[in-house]
């Protein structure tokens, strides 16, 4: 009995001893392996990633529009550890990778790698396939992924978010680069087998209206397929606040497939590219002369169709002379000479001073990344009279197109500069007084004869201010300027209490067109269909 008792102690000694040194085996000799074993477990299901946060338009009535959210896409892996055969493994994988069987191989030829990406987006065949195989250490698992369902809708505007910095991704151009540090939310950590969740990024709203961005893209779909021009941008704008409604490129791209495209394609034309705009700055010259009490919209000079200065000659766009004409008619018939009359009754510096006022040497402050300032270099580095002279019409001088709508915005809004936003949540922010409120008023009214005798953008029951610009481009290899043109038009309505302004670029359209064969019918069917959208009252009954 005494024995029997002995060996029984014996064995639970034993037992308890090797228990012991189990335990102390796996909590002390491997506990590293096995907390860095978990970690990675963590890692592998996501748990440790941020949901990065979505992006919306809204519309008139606050309903939201997702543009940039995330999405669960299936992925295939491997964990090289387990993979018994690397060669003929690399064979099934390459025919579903984008990696080569070469690179394949080295891969799933790792000691103590317990992660190898395979595919990242697989479509449903590729799933099947890799599935049908049953491959030792090659899984099929799900991850989120960032999911554009508009396309290449507002492209620009969005930009894209990448994976190839970390794994939660980062934000490239756009919305997704601009607010990356409100979207992507903070990693959550392991330390052991305890975790840290992470903190999931917020969602970001933006003022872009779905429906008038809709309308916006058809618009420059049709004029570049029309006029097989090289690109062009739509901006649409709330002219009181400065909230951006609408905004588009062409070319664009599909954030869903960026790498599809070039780089080229990822920058922003409407806050990253200046040209030279054409007649539109006839509108802030004649400001400019007005506030400054130097003309009046009924101050009259004769046109002999011509100017010389520094020897060299400045000719109405149409080659006419038009004999006496005021102020207004200048704008009405968009005459040259009619400009640079007014600004040299100004002098060079009361002008310079007036258009560094409308911003156009300066960054307007938008949310958006990577802007960049117009220039007025030619009048500081180049104060010849010709230089100020084609400054008056908008050529040798140069402006990006947000830079341009935010200075007609100014006239519209009784003489008061608003930032351009396009986040949601901000509110409307006055920059400066450019010019004084009578003075805005005397140029949209100089405005709004323009478009009575144009014809072409008037519509009907609405008081409707604009001016076209019609801008040949630089030769930058040879200097002096090419056949090709840039065509420009800016509009706001109602004219005298506007809820709306619009630009309409279009580059280098085929057969150099002017614009108020080109943009200006566009902008008229764009402009039309945001005021019955927004359900503004005709102010122009008689």
Do not use: C
């Not at 990242?120 to 989120?144: A, L, M």
């Not at 607010?179 to 939310?185: A, F, Q, S, Y």
């Not at 200075?407 to 500069?417: H, P, V």
């Amino acid at each position: 009995m005494g024995f029997r008792i002995t060996a029984i102690i014996a064995v639970f000694a034993v037992s308890y001893s090797s228990l012991a040194i189990n335990m102390w085996n796996l909590q002390v000799m491997k506990g590293d392996l096995y907390s860095a074993q978990a970690a990675s477990q963590h890692e592998l299901a996501g748990i440790l990633n941020p949901k990065r946060g979505s992006i919306y338009f809204t519309d008139k009535d606050g309903s939201r529009v997702p543009a940039a959210i995330n999405k669960e896409y299936p992925t295939i892996y491997a964990v090289p550890s387990e993979i018994e055969n690397p060669m003929v493994t690399a064979k099934v994988l390459s025919t579903v990778s984008d990696r080569s069987e070469e690179e394949l191989v080295e891969a799933l030829s790792k000691e103590n790698d317990p992660f190898e990406p395979i595919a990242k987006r697989p479509t449903d065949e590729q799933v099947e396939f890799i599935k049908s195989q049953n491959i030792k250490g090659v899984y099929v698992d799900h991850s989120w992924t960032r999911f554009y369902p508009l396309d290449e809708i507002g492209s620009h505007l969005i930009g894209f978010s990448s994976i190839a910095d970390d794994a939660i991704g980062s934000g490239k151009y756009g919305i997704e680069f601009y607010n990356d540090d409100v979207l992507r939310g903070k990693p959550g950590s392991t330390d052991g087998d305890k975790l840290v969740r992470p903190e999931n990024g917020e969602d970001v709203y933006l003022t872009i209206d779905m429906n008038i961005q809709f309308q916006a893209e058809k618009a420059l779909n049709q004029l570049m397929s029309e006029y097989k021009a090289q690109g062009g941008t739509i901006i649409v704008q709330n002219p009181k606040t400065g909230a951006i409604l609408a905004m588009t490129n062409k070319p664009d791209f599909d954030p869903n497939t960026y790498g599809e495209f070039d780089l080229e394609r990822f920058l922003n034309p409407a806050v990253e590219s200046i040209y030279e705009p054409g007649s539109i700055i006839k509108v802030i010259t004649m400001s400019a002369g007005i506030d400054s009490k130097k003309v009046t919209p009924e101050t009259k000079f004769f046109d002999t169709g011509s100017i010389t200065l520094n020897t060299k000659t400045i000719r109405n766009f149409d080659l006419k002379s038009y004999g006496e004409v005021t102020m207004t008619n200048v704008i009405e018939k968009s005459i040259n000479t009619g400009a640079v009359f007014a600004q040299r009754l100004m002098g060079p510096d009361i002008f310079y001073n007036y258009l560094a006022k409308f911003g156009l040497n300066q960054g307007t402050g938008v949310d958006l990344p990577g802007e960049i300032a117009g220039s007025l270099r030619p009048l500081e580095y180049d104060p010849r009279d010709i230089n100020f002279a084609t400054a008056s019409f908008g050529q040798g001088i140069s402006v990006t197109p947000i830079g341009l709508i935010t200075a007609i915005g100014a006239i519209a809004n009784d003489g008061i500069m608003m930032r351009p936003y396009i986040n949601a949540d901000d509110e409307p922010e006055e920059i400066r007084r450019v010019i004084s409120a009578d003075t805005a008023e005397q140029v949209q009214k100089m405005m709004v004869s323009g478009v009575n005798k144009a014809v072409i953008p008037a519509i009907e029951g609405y008081n409707v201010a604009g001016k076209t610009g019609t801008a040949q481009v630089p030769n930058f290899t040879t200097g002096g300027y090419t056949e090709d043109v840039i065509n420009t038009y800016v509009g706001l309505a109602p004219a005298y209490d506007p809820a709306v302004i619009v630009l309409v670029k279009l580059n280098q359209p085929a057969g150099a067109p002017l614009a108020g064969l080109s943009v200006v019918p566009a902008f008229r069917e764009l402009m039309h269909f945001a005021l019955n959208y927004y359900g503004i009252s005709p102010d122009d009954i008689n």
